[in-house]
């Protein structure tokens, strides 16, 4: 799957849900996001700390966080707005989102971990 496919097809933001290695409790891999129309995953990859995005398949995912992702302020917004961040070594490493609602959301893999931010405007 890819942003652009996501954003035009996806509809309306229902469900997230975060996942992360059983061994590492504070940590999140994975972000599960279940849109009206389809669902998705993005996920780390160890080796060079990017992140990718992928379908959502049954039985894929780590351990479930409870604690609540940044995308949770955006349930019940369509997706508006996707990009992909390169950073200065030409790792994709970074996703920012804009949804309807005008929120936008950075997700950014820092060693091996997806840390989220909420964007604001100055």
């Given amino acids: 799957m ?3 496919e996501l954003v035009e097809s996806a509809g309306i933001l229902e469900e997230v849900s975060s996942y992360g290695p059983q061994e ?3 940590e999140i891999t994975q972000i599960l996001l279940r849109f009206e129309h389809s669902s998705c995953v ?3 990859i160890d080796d060079t700390d990017e992140i990718y995005l992928k379908s959502f398949e049954e039985g894929s ?3 479930e966080r409870t604690s609540p992702t940044v995308f ?3 349930i ?3 997706l508006t707005w996707a990009w992909e961040m390169r950073n200065n070594q030409d790792y994709s490493d970074a996703l920012k ?3 309807s609602s005008g929120v936008s959301v950075e997700l950014v893999v820092m060693a091996s971990s997806i ?3 909420l964007v604001s405007e100055l």
């Fill in 42 to 44: 993005f996920c780390v």
């Fill in 97 to 99: 989102f804009e949804f």
């Fill in 61 to 63: 995912l780590l351990a």
């Fill in 72 to 74: 949770h302020k955006c």
């Fill in 115 to 117: 840390k989220q931010y």
């Fill in 76 to 78: 019940g917004n369509k």
């Fill in 24 to 26: 590492l409790p504070g």
């Fill in 2 to 4: 890819k942003l652009s």
